[in-house]
């Protein structure tokens, strides 16, 4: 079956930098897009990103320009680098097949003001 697990997660001060990690099995990886998306205390998820097959990749607003989704299929692993972190970027992220309902369980990311 599908799986996938994030890892990477952390507590970092704002500015700060992270990778986290996604790996992915039970897929042809290299054929599949892949989301990020991440979920704040209170608040409903919201999507992050996605990085296409071809390498094309989609951010949203908030983290255009500070995040970046990249992907190894040699190793089935997707990432995402997260660069001048803020508060407001504290929350569970998950990573995702894009268009299915196959998740993973999520890495915690803690950014201190």
């Known amino acids: 079956q599908v799986q996938l697990v994030e890892s990477g997660g952390g507590l970092v001060q704002t500015g700060g930098s992270l990778r986290l990690s996604c790996v992915a099995s039970?897929?042809?990886?290299?054929?599949?897009?892949m989301d990020w998306s991440r979920q704040a205390p209170g608040k409903e998820r919201e999507w992050v990103g996605r990085l296409l097959a071809s390498g094309t990749t989609f951010y949203a607003d908030a983290v255009k320009g500070r995040f970046a989704i990249s992907r190894d299929n040699a190793k089935n692993t997707a990432y995402l680098q997260m660069n001048s972190l803020k508060p407001e970027d504290t929350g569970v992220y998950y990573c995702?097949?894009?268009?299915?309902?196959?998740w993973g369980q999520g890495t915690q990311v803690t950014v201190s003001a």
């Open positions: 995702g097949v894009s268009g299915t309902t196959h």
């Open positions: 039970g897929i042809t990886f290299s054929s599949n897009a």
